[in-house]
């Protein structure tokens, strides 16, 4: 392909760049109201996979199969734990306006300078072999492009026509434009991080393209890929056999990777200080694995593609590339090259940004400031001295991965060097999940600790990359320091065996901790720190911070000194909001309490770091400062305060859902109660229908003793079916308000046969349905039929549903059917009959006390109503189910089913069953 | 309280869970090939994606379902 077109489409796709940046910043139009999108927050976290994913996670896959895996699979773990831990990074931040990783491990350590600009250091150090890398994948990405594929040498082309070095440029202008565009106290960049969301879609349709095309364009799908490889002893040996060889080094990156999510300060950019809006973090927490998982679903398939299908000499990192080029698509080849372009630019705008603002707040300005000589104090706008300092930052920083790109890497793999940088940072992964989790973490824990393991990360993986590239001599590597064989730096100790990334993670880590945890444990921590500690923590409040500083300043003081580095209009619309906030007129206000001073400090450490901004206020504050006592007695009341908070919202919580219960068990007795009231009135009722009959025949026959005899036996008998009917729902009424009332089965508990039940029951009903003149017919399939329970309430059952039938079924033709047959582990008992039958809605209520259908005011009542609801409770205590259907000739059927005995034996004797 | 309390467990169970399914040793078991493709990248990418979807049901789903299940042992 030639050269002038790569070029043009690079240039058209980073002036895109610009473009959508561009119209972001301006605030305007449909674009920059993406900002506020948890999507575009999700998008942005992804400049986590940079050009090494997009080259040198294929080229590693090529190379050893699965295990570039755990770089993603690590940030996955890390944001299951990100409720916790990434949230409380954004709270702590936001309240502080902390701007980069060593402002938060300063912050967190007594403000403390020293160890924000021993950070930054590291950070510089262990990152510019992380952005060579970058600017490396571009070089060979486009000489590969330009000169067909093969083995790349970038080095060896002249300056001017290495692509890196013209992609540096234009990265570096517009880091400088979208990434220092102004000063700001909450640093946000809109037009980058909406840049770089795009950047990270582009990426991951362009590889997902290559993967497509791999898999149906060049095989016959995926499965016709893996079949192939399997019939290459090589690639089989890597892809599919020996699964042991995943060990130690597989824990490592996972373990990296889980740190360089939250360490790298590319990460901590675009996760804290872009984040605009803590709810995009509960969506980014499965959609940022997601794309995790997305954008590597392909590279294996690649990755064996590549081996399948390419001469062995071909760079490994390049095969995204080369494969497209060798099938003969070089349009293919420009896409993939795109992706690998915008993987690279993300990368490397978002890290120089970070890593400017990083070196500018914690080293360069503490140090402008301490040298007197400048007269810097008295300058009126230091904006354009924060800016012009953060952009000469970038070009250093850029500069240096150049040439470290052109004299360094080129012997090692994409991935090695950028493992390198991921044991460099997380270095301070200890420091701050200590800081965040562990109030004893103290300042000279932390420093100890990182200082001990980057200087074992500077002996175990730095020097040896600079001597293997020979710029120190192999002697050093094979013999270590002095030639004493225990130094050797990549079997330190004697600890052989292990890839040189891993052992320096053991022994950094081991050492990192280490240190941090004993010098915690032993040197006391200032009455500064603690109170830091307990605001990490989230004991403390932050702002209760400004009671343990009694300072207090002029406003006109405190103003023009943020003015300086803020610039005035800003300075000022900021302090006005929150003098309203605090009710304060902004215009009168002079004397400044303890809390403007701290929102004062806050908006100055939000430019120029906790560290300095800490200093700068206290050059002009006057500082009531407390005693150690004083300080801690606050501290302590402070906890206490917020424990017994948590303790009452606690007990208000319990208190809530103990009168919630109290309200249902409130509504349950009033229902009971209504309950009780229908029934007191229905009984009455029912007593008094009878006795008023009774009564007003008798007083009939007093009254008129002349009545023909005819009539007066008529009248006789009426009293006497009344006083039956009365003694009759008397009866059952004691019956119901005994079972009712005990609650429990009556006192007998025998094994009782059912098929006698049945017998006894239709016997002594026999009378009954002759003067009905309902038929009569038994069917008993389960002969005996052992249930436990009462005899006599059986019967009672029985009887009571054989009299309904009796009552029913019409007169002549009725017919009436008594079943009992084995139902499975029950027995079942059924009465038919070919009554009117009762209607579907109704077949719920009928076994309620009183109810009986029809027209109670029209229709003679043939019963009490209390015959069912009777049936029902014993049938109940004996467990058992009773319930009515339709009959099939119309008519009704009830049916009740209760547990059969097991066995005879247990069954004859007296078995005691569990009341209730 | 309780809810945010409860989803923090969950999701601290979530990553032990994941740290020991995705690491060695419990990763070497995983071997061969099945239906043609080799085991361990089906193995990964399935834990990987269940992983995630769970984490999403958890993050995305639970203060509603929480709310819910509140009203429910209320009414209770």
Partial sequence: MSQSILVAVAVAYLLLLFAVAWLVERGSGRVSRLTGSSIVYTLSLAVYCSSWTFNGGVGKASQTGLDFLPIYLGPTLAFCLGPIMIRRMLRISHANRITSIADLIGARFGKSGGLAALVTIITVIGLVPYIALQLKSISVGFSALSAGFGPAQPASEPMLTDGALWAAVVLTIFAMLFGSRSISPDEHHPGMVVAVALESLLKLVCLTAIGLFVGYGLFNGFGDLFSQAATIPDIQAVFQEAPANYGYNWIAMTFLAFAAIFCLPRQFQVMVVENTDERHLDRALWLFPLYLLAINLFVLPIAIAGRIMLPVDTDPDNLVLSLPLAAGHPELALIAFLGGLSASASMVVVETTALSLMVCNDVVMPALLRIRSLGLENKPDLTRLLLWVRRLVMVVVMALGYFYMRHDSAPFALVSIGLMSFVAVAQFAPAILGGLFWRGASKAGAFAGITTGFLVWFYTLLIPSFSRSGALGEEFIAHGLFGIELLKPYALFGLEGLDPVTHSTFWTMLANIGAFFFVSLFVRQSPVERARAAMFLGVADPDEEARFWRRTALVPDLMSLTARFLGREKAVAAYASFARTRGVDPATAVQADAETVLFYERLLAGVIGAASARVLVGSIVEEESLGVDEMMRILDETSRVIEANRQLEEKSQALEAATTELKAANARLQVLDRLKDDFVVTVNHELRTPLASIRAFSEILRDNPDLPTDERLDFLRIVVTESERLTRLINQLLDLSKIEATGSMPADKASVDLAAVVRESAASMQQVFAQSRVRLAIKIDADPAFVVGDHDRLVQVVINLLGNAAKFSPPGRGKALLALRRAGEHLELSVTDNGPGIRTEDREVVFERFRQLGDTMSDKPQGAGLGLAISQRIVAQHGGRIWVEGGRDGGAVFKVRLKAAHTKATAAGRVRVPAG | ?76
């Fill in chain 2, 1 to 76: 309280m309780l809810r945010r309390t409860a989803r923090r467990d969950r999701m601290v169970g979530l990553f032990a869970a994941g740290t020991i399914l995705l690491n060695p040793p419990i990763l070497n078991l995983v071997g061969g090939t099945l239906f043609g493709w080799p085991a361990l990248y089906l193995y990964l990418f399935g834990v990987w994606g269940l992983l995630i979807a769970v984490i999403g049901l958890i993050s995305e789903g639970s203060p509603g379902q929480a709310n819910e299940r509140d009203k429910d042992s209320a009414s209770r």
